[in-house]
């Protein structure tokens, strides 16, 4: 064949452009797998730390005497912030509503409070005594009802919402019957 030196060239530049242009959209493939391994552990590395701090609501019932009472613990890992709740009864086989908290207790005219500004963790406290979870500035329990079985049975409804510590909002919502027997949502 007869080429001369610069056809040679030529086809090594070539060549070597094929092979430059090969390592390019290699490199592109390679470098795209590993953003996309980066961005997905971030999303876990996201999830874990918000699992870590996330705060979990939790209502427990007591049976004392004839009166059944519930207290709001927060049993997850981080404070719940500014809690919104409202509490709801109906009597069985009526359809009508009656709110219960927001409300004013007649005896002493003492307000029921239905916001809160935070919810510690249980597992942060350390003294016996300090069971429950909503606390006012002197670490007293600062939010329970009681219901009471007597001649008419009511289902209530409990509503509210809580943000954790990076803002996220979350919904709560609780049925139960005056005896401290959890419904479903459809039993209400």
Known sequence: MGWDIQTWLQVILAIVQIIVMLALLWYAWETREMRQATQELVRE??????????????LSVRDIADKYRYVMANVGNGVADDIAISVKRRRVGDE??????PSV????????????PALYPLKWRTA?????????PHYRYLWYFYTQFGRDEYHYKLEGTYRNALG?????????????????????
Not at 96 to 101: F, G, I, Q, W
């Open 168 to 188: 996220t909002e979350t919904s709560i919502t609780w049925v139960f019957d005056s005896r401290g027997t959890v419904l479903g949502k459809e039993q209400y």
């Open 128 to 136: 016996p005594e300090l069971e429950h979870s909503i606390y006012d």
């Open 105 to 116: 207790n007649p005896e002493n005219n003492r307000e029921f409070s239905d916001r809160f």
């Open 45 to 58: 590395t996201k999830q874990s730390r918000e699992m870590l701090i996330a705060p979990k609501l939790q």
């Open 96 to 101: 009508t509503e009656e709110t219960v908290v």
